[in-house]
């Protein structure tokens, strides 16, 4: 029978490290279903809000053009309500039409669908990016991909409630699907009509395949019917190349753990080992070397209390206990002394923490040779949102910063 393969959104993992970004290993399991997708064939599939962070990458232009030849399932990406806010990233496409084989008698033309994508609009959109309302983004795109198209389909993540609103303020479209499970016990919401819409909805965490079939009548008309196919061993027998291709994406998820870890430890070790062998610093240390806030200290005892006694003294602190999240570019901003590239961090980092030189920078010169002039901070607020932006310091002000700290 002829089928489109397709689905609603929040297909990927959505495990946020402290500062919201995907952890290493959620990114090294959406990898993996990414490649699941490409090997069954999904024709169309709904990026949703918790899905956007994993591909907004892969939507700035460049990184499109390069990834597309390889990653097709790139140009099956559905999303009517995502905007682009910058001339360097890709919109998803609003709809997709998509031609189906129909085996009526006598049919001569394959049946259009088109399939309108929507998403809720939290969490927030990713930076380059930003989210409209759902029904807003329905009218606008209906016109468009009715006109192409003898059937409207729109694949939604949203709550019952929304696609119920998106039905009555968006008429035109003939079924939407919504994946609105965020329960077990949602598994089973009953299909309803809103206005001429069909809404029917999408099972909990892929534990049943829906199914919904099209019959034409003699007029022209659609009617549907929906079934729900268990996906257990029971219904279902074990295919050994599927099972073999998700032990090795549970490997592969299980390796970026261990690998962040591990990459963790290393650093940890290596600044203790630097710790133990520091030299004391002589007239002829080079202005670029660091020191540390306890050589600032020697001279400067008020101000290093008042850093000891702040959060940038215990700015490593949460690593680990987080070290599935740990990645390299971490310590550009939990650590002392790292060097501009990622790849270089573990070898320069030199010190735990934010440290005095963090702001004032390398302290090896003045410690040397003490004068007037080092260390001035020119511009406050560039210094600070570094590494206290948008994503990472939600409502981060500098004025209160600064009174928390001032020295």
Not at 90 to 113: C, D, H, N, W, Y
Not at 204 to 220: K, P, S
Not at 255 to 281: F, I, M
Not at 310 to 323: E, F, G, I, Q, V
Request: charged fraction near 20%; glycine fraction near 6%; charge should be neutral.
């Amino acid at each position: 029978m002829p089928s489109v393969l397709v689905d609603t959104g929040y297909f990927l993992s959505d495990e946020r490290n402290a500062h919201a970004g995907i952890r290493p290993d959620a990114i090294a399991k959406d990898d993996w279903v990414s490649k699941a997708y490409e090997q069954t064939n999904v024709d169309i599939v709904n990026v949703s809000s918790h899905d956007l962070s994993y591909f907004s990458r892969a939507l700035v232009k460049a990184e499109f053009d390069r990834r597309v030849g390889s990653n097709p399932l790139l140009r099956r990406l559905v999303s009517a309500n995502t905007m682009s806010e910058s001339p360097a990233i890709r919109t998803p496409a609003p709809f997709i039409v998509q031609e189906v084989l129909s085996r009526e008698a006598g049919a001569t033309k394959p049946l259009r669908v088109a399939f309108i994508g929507l998403t809720e609009t939290t969490p927030a959109a990713p930076p380059g990016f930003k989210f409209i309302d759902p029904a807003e983004a329905a009218r606008r795109t209906i016109p468009g991909a009715r006109s192409k198209a003898d059937v409207v389909i729109a694949l939604a993540k949203v709550s019952s409630e929304e696609a119920a609103r998106i039905a009555r303020e968006a008429p035109g479209i003939d079924v939407i699907i919504a994946g609105n499970s965020v329960s077990l016990e949602q598994s089973f919401t009953p299909p309803f009509y809103t206005g001429q819409t069909l809404v029917v909805f999408t099972p909990f965490e892929t534990r049943m395949l829906g199914e919904l079939r099209f019959y034409r009548g003699a007029q022209g008309k659609f009617t549907t019917r929906q079934r729900f196919i268990v996906l257990d061993e029971f219904a279902i027998p074990e295919d050994p190349a599927a099972k073999k291709f998700v032990d090795a994406s549970t490997a592969a998820e299980s390796q970026a753990r261990d690998n962040s870890k591990a990459l963790l430890d290393t650093w940890l070790a290596g600044v203790s080992r630097r710790s133990a062998v520091r030299e004391p610093v002589t007239a002829g240390k080079s202005g670029t070397d660091y020191v540390t806030s306890a050589a600032c200290n020697q001279c400067h005892a008020a101000q290093y209390m008042k850093w000891a006694n702040s959060a940038h003294a215990h700015a490593t602190d949460p690593l680990p206990a987080r070290s599935a999240e740990f990645e390299a570019s971490c310590l550009g901003c939990h650590a002392t002394g790292s060097g501009p590239a990622a790849t270089e961090q573990l070898k320069s980092a030199v010190a735990l923490s934010v440290q005095c030189e963090q702001c004032h920078g390398p302290g090896g010169g003045h410690v040397a040779r003490p004068a007037k002039g080092y260390g001035r901070v020119a511009d406050m607020k560039a210094a600070c949102v570094g590494c206290h932006s948008a994503e990472t310091s939600p409502g981060f002000n500098v004025a209160a910063a600064w009174e928390k700290i001032k020295h």
